[in-house]
């Protein structure tokens, strides 16, 4: 199953997830097609540390404002 599917598994079941997706260089997902998903974020390898930090911050911030 790729993170794609597992994604739209865990959405259909909880739309309310905040799902972030973490992979290296992919034909079959982008920003967009993240976005259609339910996604919250898309990250690309490689990610540092901080960038990860941040990304994940800003998704929990978003749940915990919205």
Not at 18 to 23: A, Y
Not at 43 to 64: A, C, L, N, Q, Y
Request: glycine content about 12%.
């Amino acid at each position: 199953m790729t993170g794609t599917e597992f994604a739209r598994e865990l959405l259909a079941l909880r739309r309310n997830l905040s799902v972030i997706i973490c992979g290296g260089y992919s034909e079959t997902v982008d920003q967009a097609g993240a976005d259609a998903l339910g996604v919250r974020a898309l990250i690309t390898k490689p990610v540092g540390g901080e960038r990860m930090d941040k990304i994940v911050r800003e998704v929990f911030d978003e749940k915990t404002s919205g």
